[in-house]
Nanobody, 126 residues
Framework: QVQLVESGGGLVQAGASLMLSCAAS??????????MAWFRQAPGKEREFVAH????????YYADSVKGRFFISRDNAKNSVYLQMNSLKPEDTAVYYC?????????????????WGQGTQVTVSS
């Protein structure tokens, strides 16, 4: 079993930056084998893909809506994945979730991830 805990959310003004963190833990758990992702869910909307980072080689993928503004990274020594969010917009307001799974292929699909955190709220005011 793998536990994921997000942190770093908050209330910021449009144009600001914020960095989210996701700490992973578990017994017999090799974090570097896990592909990790960030998703978000705004009120009244479905959870949507934000960014993904592969465990094997660190290759990253982004949703078009955040490309060039958000950056996902990981520190395998700390069992953590991060989401640096720059130039935040009001439409980025959502609960952000960290997801993980071994060797994901369909990285933008929720069903590809079998471990999820509880989420952290990000609110961007105009």
């Amino acid at each position: 079993q793998v536990q994921l805990v997000e942190s770093g959310g908050g209330l910021v003004q449009a144009g600001a930056s914020l960095m989210l963190s996701c700490a992973a833990s578990g017994r017999y758990f090799s974090f570097n084998h896990y592909d990790m992702a960030w998703f978000r869910q705004a009120p009244g909307k479905e959870r949507e893909f934000v960014a993904h980072i592969r465990g094997s080689d660190g290759i990253t993928y982004y949703a078009d809506s955040v490309k060039g503004r958000f950056f996902i990274s990981r520190d395998n020594a700390k069992n953590s994945v991060y989401l640096q969010m720059n130039s935040l917009k009001p439409e980025d307001t959502a609960v952000y979730y960290c997801g993980g799974a071994l060797y994901v292929t369909a990285y933008s699909q929720q069903r590809s991830y079998n471990y999820w955190g509880q989420g952290t709220q990000v609110t961007v005011s105009s």
